[in-house]
């Protein structure tokens, strides 16, 4: 549910709340680490410095101003490592690293507070703690003079200009004084100018080489005599090293080098050298085992790293291995326990970079870790927090890379237990934050930040774990920025901002400084009863700057001299200051001379009108001004909100109240920023009733109708020949009047509306419609009918019955169902047709005494499809399987033995069914019957006619040919020529 709530918010956060942007304050620094790290301060915040090892306390009222650590920077000093404060005792530890052989990788921290400054060597609190820690300290810091290193650099004209330029190289990546020799010797940078590094390093890149002699035991005089000597800022208990660098023999010097090696100056000082030729004179200068040959100076970046291991000391030691790369203070976390200050120190590379926690109490020291065993690399002490609980402290201290996905311990007094991430390179643990939700001074919820938990890119997740019986066991929410950013490191910063709303509870701040091209954005969530609700984004592109990693670290600022609570935001090179605007709770009220409007004005006359009077009053619940503060209220009121009709003269509908809705909204300040602003949570609308007295027998009106007396045309209808299919409802109010009285009915596909009367039922849906009865009121005693009727649609369906549903409501009670009933019926598919046929020919003649001649007969059928054939007892039979209407022809080789009598007939049947669960006929013609008619005709035998007759014939034929003879006769001499 509260992921839910996070997405409804995020809808007004474009507009903000109660954060002003743009910011109120900005400060730079050339310092490309300047506002990696804020820490909230008494009157600002803390800002290091981190490559000059400088603090800042940077305030509304001034520019960002130096805080003295009264600290000497010695030489080799790292940047700031870690910053943290304790503003109800104002205590400040600001922790730094330097480079000393015991030391290495560990820091110094300073604690400064009303008493005083304290100095503290966090590795020393453990090795020491079974001795006398303020005795061991004050010897730590008694030697705390660093390590002075001046090279002494071959200019002359042996070397090369390109082996000049690789020494250079060398020497930059370095932090000493400078001597060169050739002609002239000469400092090229001191042990003061090296206090300054950025200037320092560009000096050396600057150096030109004097050429001409070698004066190599001048040299080495002159860093006697002129670099390590307090005037030029070298320290009598510092460890000093001379470094000489030449290529070449001792050429134009007046000095003997074994003088200068044996001058009392010299003692204390070790000697190194590094060159290519003269090896006995190089050797001479070098301390045993302090010489370094090469073969050209291209090697002297293999060099750095023996010569830097040397001079620092070897990292194979088994106190090396335990605390020596420890890098305490990488972390700090100061808290109050039982009215004393404790003070937290991670140390990620203890025991193998395993990494634990140092916790100084008073005078003791106590170190806090998983195991020394194995090399597990978790880094243990990555950051650091505190857990209040009734009767016990928690220590909380993150390990990023723990099980490979990260885990963040928990310790107390006598046990300690582990919260997992779930995702590899999460880095989950890297940032944690405490919060107390109601300022009870009791712990509520644990922030665990995973920058790079990715889904696409880096995108980033914040796991939120809840106190429950002192443990924080299950995941309670969880936090992720802009989906659509897959790379903003949602996480990287958390912190909590105090309640800024000022809703009595605290709320968060999470930057992800990557976010939108690594221009970034901070998320701000508001504390609430439930968990947290987002509220609002901050955005570089909100006030049309983008100075880069904006939310890289967060944190809030002590109140501005206006009152208000502040947001500390870091980014690139600089720290923005944003301003909070005091939340305004407003409880309108109406109040009206008239709250039941009685029957005897419930009419449309106007004579019977009445006149309504109502104020409305503005009450401030949170949020008061100030005397000299004005601030304007816009509102807007509806009179009969929601009403399509206004009831303001006469009335139509006597039942639904009449409302009265007031909107309202701060007004705008001309003068400058908002005054006040409201909280978006909060309605900032309310609605006044006015109700109708009813006429009902009760407070509550109960109307009594029902759906018994409805009737319906039929439960059968047939598709093809079914006109309509109707019901008739009559209804009768027996009870208290109904309002808004509606009958929803909803129907097949297979039905289309036709007809309504008695009502207006407009279409709701493709198959359901809503009937108003009587509208606005069906008065009790009422009574009315509804016809409905339907139409059913030609539409072939399998579904065989079918119902329509009759829900009766009203609107008295909210909504109220007064009845409901289903009117069932079944659908069949009229089928108009006949079967029809013909024969031909359909009649056949023989001959008596005539067999086995076969005749051709032709039968047709309408109606029909193909058949298959078989034979049932002396007949064929013919079944047809109708899926669509068509003809049938059938010719049939009729093979005729013999006709008993006169005639014969031979007879062809058809005959039609179908499935009468689905359709369904009229007594129509089922059977058709066709008939070929065989008549026989009778032969009579007469012979003695017959041979009469043909002698008769021949006689006729003969007198025929004996005429044609005698007129060929006659005729012939008419031819002769």
Known sequence: MLRGLQLIVAICSASGFNIQVPPVK??????????QTVIQSKHGVFVPSAVNGKLFECTLEKECVEI??????PNGMRPVASVASLISEEHLLVMKTKLKTSEYFNGNCSLLSPAGKVRLAPDELVTSRDNNPSTHKAQRFDQDAGIEIAFVLDGSGSITREDF???????????????????????????????????????VTEIKQVNNVTKTASAINHVLTEIFIPEKGSKKNSEKIIIVMSDGEILGDTMNL???????????????????????????????????????????????????????????????LQLQLAEAGFSTHLLQKDKMVESLFGAVGAYNWNGGVIVKSGNHAKFLNDSNNGPKFAYLGY????????????????????????????????????LLGDQVGSYFGSVLCTLDINNDGKTDYLFVGAPHFHHKGEEGKVTIYHLNEERFKDVFMELQGDSRQTFARFGAAIASIGNIDGDQFNDIAIGAPLEADSSGSVYIYRGVSEGFQLSQKISPSDFKISPGWFGQSVSAVSSSPSGHLCLAVGSKQSVMLFETIPVMIITPSINTDLNTIPLVHQSTTLSKEIKIKFSVCFNVKKGDLKAEETQPIEYEIDLDSGANKKRLSGCFDCFLPLEIKLNFSLGFNPHGAPLRILDPFKTTEIVKKIYFEKDCKSDVCNPN???????????????????????????????????????????????????????????KTDNQIQCSLQPPVFKSG?????????????????????EIIANLTSWNNGTQILDTKAYPFSVMYFLPIQLHGTASPNRLRIEEGQSGNTRQIHFEFQECVYPENFKVENSYSIKCIMKELQKITIDADVLIHDVQGKSDKITVTGQYSFDETVYAAKDTLRNFAMEVEITKLQVVMSTGQIIGGSIGGF?????????????????????TC
């Open 955 to 975: 006689l006729l034929l003969f007198i025929f040919i004996i005429i044609l003879i005698k007129v060929n006769l006659i005729l012939k001499p008419a031819f």
């Open 383 to 418: 950051s650091v927090t505190s857990a209040q609980l009734p009767s016990k402290t928690l220590y909380i201290s993150g390990a990023p890379r723990y099980n490979l996905t990260g885990g963040v311990f928990v310790f107390d007094d006598s046990d300690k237990y582990v």
């Open 68 to 73: 003295n650590l009264h600290d000497e920077i």
């Open 705 to 763: 109708i029902t759906l018994s007396d409805s009737e319906m045309s039929g439960t059968m209808i047939k598709v093809g020949e079914t006109q309509s299919l109707n019901i008739n409802f009559k209804f009768r109010n027996t009870g208290d009047s109904s309002f808004m009285t509606t009958l929803t009915l909803t129907y097949p596909s297979i039905l289309s509306q036709q007809i309504i009367k008695g009502a207006t039922c407009p279409l």
């Open 782 to 802: 009422e009574q009315m009918n509804l016809l409905i009727s339907w139409q059913p649609n030609d539409v072939k369906s399998d579904i065989k019955t079918f």
């Open 165 to 203: 330029q690789k020494a250079k190289e060398f020497i930059y990546n370095c932090d000493f004084a400078i001597v060169q020799y050739g002609y002239e010797i000469r400092t090229e940078l001191s042990l003061q100018e090296n206090k300054e590094p950025d200037r320092s390093l560009k000096k």
């Open 258 to 320: 074994r003088d200068v090696l044996n001058k009392p100056e010299m003692k204390g000082i070790t000697r190194y050298a590094i060159g290519e030729k003269a090896i006995a004179e190089m050797k001479q200068i070098a301390d045993p085992d302090k010489f370094y040959t090469v073969s050209n100076y291209a090697a002297l970046q293999d060099i750095l790293s023996r010569l830097a291991a040397d001079i620092i000391g070897p990292e194979g030691t088994d106190q090396g």
């Open 26 to 35: 900005s400060f730079q620094k050339e310092d490309p680490l300047f506002g």
